[in-house]
Nanobody, 118 residues
Framework: VQLQASGGGLVQAGGSLRLSCATS????????MGWYRQGSGKQRELVAV???????NYADSVKGRFTISRDNAKNTVYLQMNSLKPEDTAVYYC?????????????WGQGTLVTVSS
């Protein structure tokens, strides 16, 4: 199973970016998908998660600005980030809880850097 993230980059404060993460491999199903981030010198933190049925949960710091969504047919999760702030600067990692024939597992993407300038 591989997760390929894309969409990061440099943006000015107040701008928008959309991250994508596609999951590939031999998959029975994907339950939870989500985005986490790790700023310089900080621990990795939850940004947003979404269940198979579309239930979502967000970190307080991004509520009202970020929107997570998924395309189950494409095994892809998205993160629309609006009104970006310099404190959103971080490496963003996608995550998927995947059911395979051999059992359940947690998989991570390689990370994509988001830099927000003031």
């Amino acid at each position: 199973v591989q997760l390929q993230a894309s969409g990061g980059g440099l943006v000015q404060a107040g701008g928008s970016l959309r991250l994508s993460c596609a999951t590939s491999g031999t998959i029975v199903s994907i339950t939870r998908m989500g985005w986490y981030r790790q700023g310089s010198g900080k621990q990795r933190e939850l940004v947003a998660v979404i269940s198979t049925g579309g239930n979502t949960n967000y970190a307080d710091s991004v509520k009202g600005r970020f929107t997570i969504s998924r395309d189950n047919a494409k095994n892809t999760v998205y993160l629309q980030m609006n009104s970006l702030k310099p404190e959103d600067t971080a490496v963003y990692y996608c995550h998927a809880a995947v059911a395979r024939l051999t059992g359940l597992g947690d998989y991570w993407g390689q990370g994509t850097l988001v830099t927000v300038s003031s």
